[in-house]
C-alpha cells in the first residue's frame, strides 16, 4: 500500500523560503505525478503544482515566481520550496499521488499534511 | 481559470436517507479523449487528508461504497449519497482536471439531522 510521509520546517518568518519533502513508500514512484496542494485552515483547497520524472511540471501561475518543485527518483521523493513566504502562504501543505493524462490529472493518494505557519 | 462553485455550502440529511450536492464549473469540462468530464469528488473527515470518491465524473475510486454517485454533464455535476451513514459527514469537494490551474470547489458540509 503505498504511502506519503511528509516533512519541513513548521514554523517560519516572512521572507524565509518554505521547504517540504514527500517520501513515497510501498508503491511505483515513476509512473505517477506527484502533486502539492495546500489548505488555509477553514478554507478550500488550492492546487500548488506536479511533477514527474519524466513529464514536464505543472504550475500555479500564482506562485509560479516563487516555486520550485524538484524530485529525487532515487530516493522517491518530491519536495517542495517556496521562496520569500508571507503570512498568507499560511497553510497545511499535502503531498499527493496523481494520475491520469497529463495534464488531466486527479489525486488518488495523500499525505498527511504538514501544518506551516508564517508569522514574526 | 475554470471557477467551481458548488451548492449548497452545506446541508444536514437524516441517517439513511439522500444527499445530493451540486457542482457548476464555468465552463465545460469534457475531456475529448475518452468523452469523459474531468471532475473529481473528493470527502474530508475533520482532521484527515482529503479521500478520492468519484473521478472522471462518474467513476467510483475502489473501495467506496456504491453509496456514492457522481453524474451530470456539460457545466453541471452532482454528488449523489444515498443511504447516509454517520461516517458520512464530512467536507465534499469537487475538482476540475481539465485546465490548468487545477481548480476546486468552495467545499460542502454535510452533517446529520
Known amino acids: 500500500q503505498v504511502q506519503l510521509q511528509q516533512w519541513g520546517a513548521g514554523l517560519l518568518k516572512p521572507s524565509e523560503t518554505l521547504s517540504l519533502t514527500c517520501a513515497v513508500s510501498?508503491?511505483?514512484?515513476?509512473?505517477?505525478?506527484w502533486t502539492w496542494i495546500r489548505q488555509v485552515p477553514g478554507k478550500g483547497l488550492e492546487w500548488i503544482g506536479d511533477i514527474s520524472h519524466s513529464g514536464p511540471t505543472n504550475t500555479n501561475p500564482s506562485l509560479k515566481s516563487r516555486l520550485v518543485i524538484s524530485i529525487d527518483t532515487s530516493k522517491s521523493q518530491v519536495s517542495l520550496n517556496v521562496t520569500s513566504v508571507t503570512a498568507a502562504d499560511t497553510a497545511i501543505y499535502y503531498c499527493?499521488?496523481?494520475?491520469?493524462?497529463?495534464?488531466?490529472?486527479?489525486?488518488?493518494?495523500w499525505g498527511k499534511g504538514t501544518t506551516v505557519s508564517v508569522s514574526s | 481559470d475554470i471557477v467551481l462553485t458548488q451548492s449548497p455550502d452545506s446541508l444536514a440529511v437524516s441517517l439513511g436517507e439522500r444527499a445530493i450536492i451540486n457542482c457548476k464549473s464555468s465552463q465545460t469540462i469534457l475531456y475529448g479523449s475518452n468523452n469523459k468530464n474531468c471532475l473529481t469528488w473528493y470527502q474530508q473527515r475533520p482532521g484527515q487528508p482529503p479521500k478520492l470518491l468519484i473521478y472522471w465524473g462518474s467513476t467510483r475510486e475502489s473501495g467506496i461504497p456504491d453509496r456514492f454517485t457522481g453524474g451530470g454533464s456539460g457545466t453541471d455535476f452532482t454528488l449523489t449519497i444515498d443511504n447516509l451513514q454517520a461516517e458520512d459527514v464530512a467536507l465534499y469537494y469537487c475538482q476540475q482536471c481539465y485546465g490548468l490551474p487545477r481548480t476546486f470547489g468552495q467545499g460542502t458540509r454535510v452533517e446529520i439531522k
Open positions: 510501498g508503491g511505483s514512484f515513476s509512473g505517477y505525478y
Open positions: 499527493a499521488r496523481a494520475r491520469g493524462y497529463n495534464p488531466h490529472l486527479y489525486m488518488d493518494v
